[in-house]
C-alpha cells in the first residue's frame, strides 16, 4: 500500500558526551522515510529553504525508496533547525535551540498524485499542520501521528483535535506522562486511546516501547545496543516509526500480530540510526541487513524455548 510522511527537513547540530556535529542532515521527515524506505516506497511532504545545503539534498537521495515529488525548496526562506545535547546516558536530552524558519510559513501542498496515499504518517510538526494535511488525504486507510513536548506545551488543543482524527499515536515516555498526567505507559496509552487513536505505541527509549490496542498489548525490548554502538541517538524514534509504518505498508495489514511484527522491525531500523550521526547508519541499508540484525534481536529477546519478537 503507498506510504506518505510529512514533517520536518531540517538541519540539525548534535552533541553527545562522545561527540558532536554541526549542520548535519536530520528532521523527522528525513528519518522516517530513511528508515521506511527499506521496506517500501515513500513519499515525502516538506519545506526547507535557500539554504538548505545540496550535500543534504544528495543524502536524501540516495535512498532509491524515497520520493521527494513533495519537496519544496522555497526562495528566501530559512529551513528548520534544531540542536540537542544528550546528558551521560545517551538516552535522555536537552533541546539546545529550535529554529522554526520555513515552519512557520503555509505547509507544503501535497502534490496531486501524492492524494491517493493509504498509509499516513504524521510525523513531528505543529499539530494544526498535522491535521490540515489530512483534508488533501481522501483515501487515507491507517494514520499514525507522532508529537513532542515543544508541540504538547505550546498547542495542546490542536493536538486534541488531531487525536479525534486518527488510528494511532506514536509517542515517548516522557511526551505521553505530560500529555495524560500518566506515569504508568499503560494506563498512558489507555488515556490517550480515549481522546481517538485506536493503536498507541509508547517508546522508552532504551528500554523497548510498548503497544496498546484495543485487542491487546505487547511489550518489546531495545535492541541490545552496548555504548560502542551508540554514536548518536538523534532520530531513533522517527526511524523505529520508519521501520514501523514502512513494514505495515509493505503488508498491507495493520491487525494485532502485524502490529507487532512492526514494532520489532522499528527496533531493528533504529538500532542502525544509533551507530552513527545523521542518517549516515540508514544509508546503503539493505533487507538482507535488516533481516541479519532482526535474527540477532530475537535471539536476544527469547524466553526459554519461545521467541517473543
Ligand atoms: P527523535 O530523536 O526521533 O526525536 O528525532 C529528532 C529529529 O527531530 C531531529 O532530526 C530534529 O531535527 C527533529 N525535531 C526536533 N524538534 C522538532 C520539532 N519540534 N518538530 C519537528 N521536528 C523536530
Redesign the pocket.
Known sequence: MSLIVT??I???TVETPTGSAKEIP???C??FAAAASCYTPTRVVAAVGDDWPADHRSMLESFPGIDLGGLEERAGSKT???G?KYLDNMND?E?LF?D?GV?EEAPPAIPAEFQDSEIVFL????PGVQRGFLEHLPNRKFTVA?T?D??INIARDDLVGLLGEIDGLVI?DSEALLLTEQRNPFTAAKAIMDMGPSVVVIKKGEHGAVLVTSDGVAVLPAYPADEPMVVD?????????GGFMGWIASRGNWDFAELQSAMAWGTVSASFTLGAFALEGLQGLTMEQLEERMACYQAAARVGQTTIV
Do not use: E, K, Q, V
Not at 235 to 240: A, L, M, R, T, V
Open positions: 514533517g520536518t531540517g538541519i540539525d536530520g528532521g523527522s528525513a528519518y528548520f533547525r534544531w540537542g536530552r533541546t529550535t522554526l515552519l510525523a513531528n510538526t505543529h507522532d513532542m515543544l508541540w515517548n541517538p538523534t532520530g531513533c524514534g522517527d526511524s523505529f516509526a
